[in-house]
């Protein structure tokens, strides 16, 4: 046996993958290194990351100056508690977030995952209405809309689309909340307003129970990769003005230009009351996210019953996680991904547009550097990730869905043979199944 070949058998019999089982699990492919928008396998495959790493590796991997202010930390120290205590890096990162962002956001959380800067946000919208209200507080219920993800957690899960999603298995366990129907109308759609109607009612009806509405703006992640128009969440932002509502912006996957604009808030033209932000927080290099909130929110929170905020990870602040993200804003701050994004998203409009024609295709979706191919039916997994890896490239699909969202840093070359390569896959999927149901005739 090779010692690739014991090292994969441990991992296939010991260690448990994301969203995998441990019964039956699917292959894993063993990683020997990885630079720019390559990934090299142990046993000599180099490939072309569509990915980045679940949307983090927006640099692409082995940056020069993301290691160096990782080595340049370390000397200095690689953690600290953020309990009274503070330090260089967390100071120089938040002032960075608050420059970056709208001037009504003013304070910050730092945490220490995604799906944590959620339960965070949570947490505190809830005791901003605790201390706002009182005795007199009626609000228990978050409300978002269908085929949501904010995380896997269970403050997270709560918020999740409750029956279009893995966290279908846990209901009865996790807090119920409120949902209504997200507008199926693209950015490019005519815009009517009755398509806010339902939402409107909701908030109209359930405005003294509901503490905050949560959404991710105007691409929805892991729920579906659904691109909505942003005149919805501009009327959003109206109605929980009206009401007397928080709103909670989750940008984890769209933050620091992903969609075309630093933020996807920016697309409507409108301003959260708290934040979360992670993944290309850090450019993939160690896990950290921050929620921002504005000087409303931080106050009203700390003038309630507890004084404080009620929240505080071993690892928040982490100084080495923030002298890395540090350095990543920097590198967003030089803007030097609005040319890049650009030009991914105009390759792949070009070439999706094309592919529309390929009949296992239901859509195709394009905003900045995501792109989506939405198919007629469920993706062979094993079969898929096979012919990714004798085209030279890494792609996860789900579902029904086939998605890119690349490093920013991936050449023209590299985007080309990318997206030619799950066009050309797809399209001998679709004959693979056409052969098939002739079989069945």
Same mark, same amino acid.
Request: net charge negative; charged share 20%.
């Given at each position: /046996? #090779?010692?690739?070949?014991?090292?994969? !058998?441990?991992?296939?019999?010991?260690?448990?993958?994301?969203?995998?089982?441990?019964?039956?699990?699917?292959?894993?492919?063993?990683?020997?290194?990885?630079?720019?928008?390559?990934?090299?396998?142990? $046993?000599?495959?180099?490939?072309?990351?569509?990915?980045?790493?679940?949307?983090?590796?927006?640099?692409?991997? &082995?940056?020069?100056? @993301? &290691?160096?202010?990782?080595?340049?930390?370390?000397?200095?120290?690689?953690?600290? /508690?953020?309990?009274? %205590?503070?330090?260089?890096?967390?100071?120089? =990162?938040?002032?960075?977030?608050?420059?970056?962002?709208?001037? &009504?956001?003013?304070? +910050?959380?730092?945490?220490?995952?995604?799906?944590?800067?959620?339960?965070?946000?949570?947490?505190?919208? %809830?005791?901003?209405?605790?201390?706002?209200?009182?005795?007199?507080?009626?609000?228990?219920?978050?409300?978002?809309?269908?085929?949501?993800?904010?995380?896997?957690?269970?403050?997270?899960?709560?918020?999740?689309?409750?029956?279009?999603?893995?966290?279908?298995?846990?209901?009865?366990?996790?807090?119920?909340?409120?949902?209504?129907?997200? *507008?199926?109308?693209?950015? $490019?759609?005519?815009? !009517?307003?009755?398509?806010?109607?339902?939402?409107?009612?909701?908030?109209?009806?359930?405005?003294?129970?509901?503490?905050?509405?949560?959404?991710?703006?105007?691409?929805?992640?892991?729920?579906?990769?659904?691109?909505?128009?942003?005149?919805? =969440?501009?009327?959003?932002?109206? %109605?929980?003005?009206?009401?007397?509502?928080?709103?909670?912006?989750?940008?984890?996957? $769209?933050?620091?230009?992903?969609?075309?604009? %630093?933020?996807?808030?920016?697309?409507?033209?409108?301003?959260? !009351?708290?934040? +979360?932000?992670?993944?290309?927080? $850090?450019?993939?290099?160690?896990? @950290?996210?921050?929620?921002?909130?504005?000087? !409303?929110?931080?106050?009203?929170?700390? #003038?309630?019953?507890?004084?404080?905020? /009620?929240?505080?990870?071993?690892?928040?602040? &982490?100084?080495?996680?923030?002298?890395?993200?540090?350095?990543?804003?920097?590198?967003?701050?030089?803007?030097?991904?609005?040319?890049?994004?650009?030009?991914?998203?105009?390759?792949?409009?070009?070439?999706?547009?094309?592919?529309?024609?390929?009949?296992?295709?239901?859509?195709?979706?394009?905003?900045?550097?995501?792109?989506?191919?939405?198919?007629?039916?469920?993706?062979?997994?094993?079969?898929?990730?096979?012919?990714? =890896?004798?085209?030279?490239?890494?792609?996860?699909?789900?579902?029904?869905?086939?998605? @890119?969202? *690349? *490093?920013?840093?991936?050449?023209?070359?590299?985007?080309?043979? =990318?997206?030619?390569?799950?066009?050309?896959?797809?399209?001998?999927?679709?004959?693979?199944?056409?052969?098939?149901?002739?079989?069945?005739?």
């Amino acid at each position: /046996m #090779s010692e690739i070949q014991g090292l994969l !058998d441990f991992d296939r019999d010991h260690i448990w993958h994301p969203y995998t089982s441990t019964i039956n699990p699917l292959p894993c492919f063993l990683v020997e290194s990885a630079k720019g928008a390559r990934i090299k396998l142990a $046993t000599g495959e180099d490939l072309i990351d569509g990915m980045s790493s679940w949307w983090a590796a927006v640099h692409g991997y &082995n940056h020069p100056e @993301l &290691n160096q202010a990782a080595i340049n930390q370390l000397k200095d120290m690689s953690h600290i /508690m953020f309990g009274g %205590l503070t330090h260089r890096p967390a100071i120089k =990162l938040v002032k960075q977030l608050l420059e970056m962002t709208h001037e &009504n956001l003013q304070h +910050c959380f730092i945490a220490d995952t995604g799906s944590v800067a959620v339960e965070v946000s949570l947490k505190m919208a %809830l005791q901003y209405c605790q201390s706002k209200y009182g005795n007199k507080n009626k609000k228990t219920k978050f409300l978002s809309v269908n085929y949501g993800y904010h995380g896997d957690t269970f403050g997270a899960m709560s918020v999740c689309d409750p029956v279009n999603s893995m966290h279908s298995l846990y209901s009865g366990y996790v807090k119920e909340n409120m949902f209504v129907k997200l *507008p199926q109308c693209k950015p $490019t759609d005519k815009w !009517d307003p009755k398509y806010m109607n339902e939402f409107e009612e909701m908030v109209k009806t359930h405005s003294d129970e509901i503490i905050a509405v949560i959404l991710e703006p105007i691409v929805q992640g892991a729920g579906g990769m659904r691109i909505y128009h942003p005149e919805f =969440l501009r009327n959003i932002r109206l %109605l929980c003005d009206k009401y007397g509502i928080l709103l909670i912006l989750d940008e984890i996957a $769209t933050g620091f230009g992903r969609t075309g604009k %630093l933020f996807a808030y920016e697309h409507a033209d409108i301003v959260p !009351d708290i934040l +979360c932000v992670g993944k290309a927080l $850090t450019g993939g290099y160690l896990t @950290l996210s921050a929620v921002l909130c504005t000087k !409303d929110v931080a106050t009203t929170v700390c #003038s309630g019953k507890a004084k404080g905020f /009620m929240h505080g990870p071993t690892f928040m602040g &982490n100084p080495l996680a923030c002298a890395i993200a540090s350095k990543s804003l920097e590198i967003i701050q030089r803007n030097e991904w609005k040319s890049q994004v650009k030009s991914i998203e105009e390759i792949f409009n070009q070439k999706l547009d094309k592919a529309q024609d390929i009949s296992i295709i239901k859509d195709t979706r394009v905003i900045g550097a995501i792109a989506v191919f939405e198919l007629s039916i469920p993706v062979d997994m094993k079969w898929f990730r096979e012919k990714f =890896l004798e085209k030279g490239i890494w792609v996860r699909p789900f579902g029904k869905l086939v998605y @890119l969202m *690349p *490093p920013f840093i991936i050449s023209e070359k590299e985007l080309n043979h =990318l997206v030619d390569s799950v066009i050309e896959i797809i399209i001998e999927f679709d004959n693979l199944q056409k052969e098939q149901q002739n079989i069945n005739l």
